[in-house]
């Protein structure tokens, strides 16, 4: 039941702006990735590109055989169904309570019941802790409940597969780390293929099995958390370790605003001077363990800890996959599979 995505020389731009261009990426079915890159690179353009709401001007996004890219109205209706999409601001009508912006999808895609509907969005509501919220206007209560209230709405039509685009950010510490526990848990529930797009690192870090990082009108990696994380791509590791110092600067934004022929090749140009500064980036800190769902459970995706690693003959640093309470999730893995 789970579904594959797959990105194809993709392409996008608005007038002369590039804003990326050949991204192909293999979402794993039922697995979870992140897309990181700095503010402005397209994260949110991408999200909505693979949704189907912007048309690529080249490239394929492949789902169950249909390319999404490039079909045809009624079946790219009926493509999206397949998605549920948190977008970044929550997008939720504002003359609507929190309950009717749950219900929309149902009341717009499907001939359920008042009560059926009822018993759904109370159920998603209560999933995602809105209980006695949900006669709110969006206007009256806080950002983290609003994101909230848009991943409440993005679940109601149980989704194959499930965008975020930045559903942390406005979220204190606390906050964000229920959010990702509640992220991986929907995960092991759901068996959905996930894609986050955040900036935070530590949820880049820990929650998904894939991680991506757009840069530059590129994307620059894709591929397994354990090879991410260990890549010695300059610019990899200074966003994975939130370093100052490194081929991304504060311009970032800007640069990609004049996102014309001579600026991509100046960046290229940069970017392959930089690896000779390496040592201005120092050792790369411990693989931290993946978050693993609640209750003592496995995804049915989750990757084996250092499996990637050992497969590639990679030594990981000292203090990898060891938690809070010290222990090695290399060893631990291995006695939750079996009991
Ligand atoms: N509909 C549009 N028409 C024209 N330009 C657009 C449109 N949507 C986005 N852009 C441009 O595309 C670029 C990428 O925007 P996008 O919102 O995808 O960035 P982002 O990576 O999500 O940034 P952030 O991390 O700040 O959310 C920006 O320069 C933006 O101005
Ligand atoms: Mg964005």
Redesign the pocket.
């Known amino acids: 039941m789970s579904v594959e995505v797959v990105v194809e020389g993709l392409t996008?731009s608005?007038?002369r702006?590039v804003?990326w261009r050949d991204v192909s990426l293999t979402l794993p079915a039922g697995e979870i990735s992140v897309l990181l890159?700095?503010?402005?690179?397209?994260?949110?353009?991408?999200?909505?590109t693979l949704v189907g709401l912007?048309r690529p001007d080249r490239g394929h996004i492949w789902i169950d055989g249909h390319d999404l890219a490039n079909c045809g109205e009624r079946k790219l209706y009926e493509l999206r169904r397949l998605f549920g999409v948190l977008f970044?601001d929550g997008a939720l009508f504002g003359s609507m309570t929190l309950y009717d912006n749950i219900a929309f999808p149902l009341r717009e895609h499907t001939r359920k019941t008042e009560a059926e509907i009822r018993r759904i969005v109370m159920g998603k509501v209560e999933l995602v802790g809105l209980r006695g919220a949900e006669g709110k206007l969006p206007g009256e209560i806080s950002g983290g409940m609003r994101k909230r209230a848009g991943l409440a709405r993005a679940l109601v039509l149980d989704p194959r597969i499930i965008l975020f685009?930045?559903p942390d950010?406005g979220l204190d510490p606390v906050r964000t780390a229920y959010l990702n526990q509640l992220i991986v848990d929907l995960n092991a529930d759901t068996g959905a293929t996930f894609l986050i797009?955040t900036?935070d690192v530590n949820t880049a870090r820990t929650v998904p099995d894939e991680i991506g990082l757009?840069f530059r009108r590129e994307l620059v990696m894709f591929g397994p958390r354990e090879m991410v994380l260990s890549s010695d791509e300059p610019v990899v590791r200074q966003f994975l370790n939130a370093r100052r110092h490194g081929p991304i600067g504060m311009s970032e934004?800007q640069d990609?605003?004049q996102?014309t022929e001579q600026g991509i090749e100046q960046g290229s140009r940069e970017l392959a001077s930089e690896p000779a500064e390496e040592h201005r980036f120092g050792g790369l800190p411990p693989i931290p363990p993946q978050l693993m769902p609640s209750g003592g459970r496995i995804r049915a995706s989750q990757p084996v800890p250092g499996a990637w690693l050992s497969a590639n003959g990679v030594v990981p640093p000292a203090g990898s996959f060891v938690d809070e309470h010290g222990r090695d999730w290399r060893a631990e893995y291995p006695r939750l599979l079996a009991g």
């Open positions: 996008k608005f007038g702006q804003i890159g700095p503010s402005g690179t397209g994260k949110s353009v991408f999200l909505k912007l970044q685009d930045e950010s797009v900036h757009m934004e990609t605003e996102g």
